[in-house]
């Protein structure tokens, strides 16, 4: 099992990037994602996650309305659009995966099994 995320850098208020999270070994659209950050000092907060099940979503209110995740499943990956991005989403976003029975929405960190190295995400002027 490997996650491996792209497409953090540098970008200015205001701006769009969009994170993919691609694995290896095994089907993505089987299994919960959820993606990550973790700012210098601060703990790992969740983002969004995206259920296998239902494909049912979970948008952290400091995210909602400006992030969108999505699954492109011919190419095992998943999507993180991040538009109007703030300083404050300056951190390393990590994309995590697990078989989870519910909606990703209940579970937290200690719940995703198998976890990405993370990409850097830079906001600023």
């Known amino acids: 099992v490997q996650l491996v995320e792209s497409g953090g850098g540098l970008v200015q208020p205001g701006g769009s990037l969009k994170l993919s999270c691609t694995a290896s070994?095994?089907?993505?659209?089987?299994?919960?994602i959820a993606w990550f950050r973790q700012a210098p000092g601060k703990e790992r907060e969740r983002v969004s996650c995206?259920?296998?099940?239902?494909?049912?979503?979970y948008y952290a209110d400091s995210v909602k309305g400006r992030f969108t995740i999505s699954r492109y499943n011919a190419k095992n990956t998943v999507y993180l659009q991040m538009n109007n991005l703030k300083p404050e989403d300056t951190a390393v976003y990590y994309c995590?995966?697990?078989?989870?029975?519910?909606?990703?929405?209940?579970?937290?960190?200690?719940?995703?099994?198998?976890w990405g190295q993370g990409t850097q995400v830079t906001v600023s002027s």
């Open positions: 070994g095994f089907r993505l659209d089987y299994l919960a």
């Open positions: 995590a995966s697990e078989d989870l029975a519910l909606s990703c929405g209940v579970y937290s960190e200690v719940d995703f099994g198998s």
């Open positions: 995206i259920s296998s099940h239902d494909g049912s979503t």
